[in-house]
């Protein structure tokens, strides 16, 4: 470019005005598609934690049994429970923590987005309960059987950690 108006200049300075113009599109569309594609995974990991809400009010039995856990009503008793509808209760709970926890395990979903939740609430009170320690206690521990894939319910017993070390911040970290 000799800056006396020959149209080659004009040409190049309308080439490098489109090539910056496309660089900025470009740059923009990235920036754009990130913060898209973080709000949709903040969205849907939002709509997994109501999922499984919902699905811990629709059973009135495992609602039913966290309640009697929340006030210290339920007392296990393997004579009445194992085998029975109070072990089919405990198991349907205890699964539902678990695949909660398999998901926060695995990076689905993030402890804050279960910590301080309904559904977070419940998962801690249930860990503490007497009964439901007693009750897993009974459970064969790994190795144990022909059909044993490991610890029973494990993922809901390191997501219940995690949460009692975020409600109490001296608690044991999860393993």
Same mark, same amino acid.
């Given at each position: 470019m000799n800056g006396d108006g020959d149209p080659t200049d004009v040409l190049l300075l309308i080439t490098a005005l489109e090539g910056g113009a496309a660089a900025v599109a470009v740059v923009v569309g990235v920036v754009t598609f990130i913060i898209t594609s973080r709000r949709e995974r903040v969205l849907r990991r939002a709509e997994l934690v109501r999922q499984y809400t919902v699905d811990f009010h629709e059973s009135r039995g495992v609602s039913q049994m966290y309640e009697d %856990? @929340? +006030?210290?009503?339920?007392?296990?008793?393997?004579? $009445?429970?194992?085998?029975?509808?109070p072990e089919m209760t405990a198991v349907r709970m205890l699964d539902l923590f678990n695949s909660l926890g398999h998901?926060?395990? +695995?990076?689905? #979903? @993030?402890?804050?987005? %279960? +910590?301080? =939740? *309904?559904?977070?609430?419940?998962? !801690? %009170? =249930? $860990?503490?309960? $007497?009964? %439901?320690? @007693?009750? #897993?206690? *009974? !459970?064969?521990? +790994?190795? @144990?059987?022909? $059909?044993s894939t490991g610890t029973h319910f494990d993922y809901f017993r390191r997501l219940a950690a995690a949460l009692e070390q975020r409600a109490r911040p001296g608690a044991p970290a999860p393993p």
């Open positions: %856990i @929340e +006030h210290r009503r339920l007392r296990f008793d393997a004579e $009445s429970w194992l085998g029975k509808e998901n926060w395990r +695995h990076g689905v #979903l @993030e402890l804050d987005d %279960i +910590h301080g =939740t *309904t559904l977070g609430r419940a998962a !801690l %009170i =249930t $860990s503490r309960s $007497s009964a %439901i320690r @007693e009750y #897993l206690a *009974t !459970l064969p521990v +790994h190795g @144990e059987g022909a $059909s």
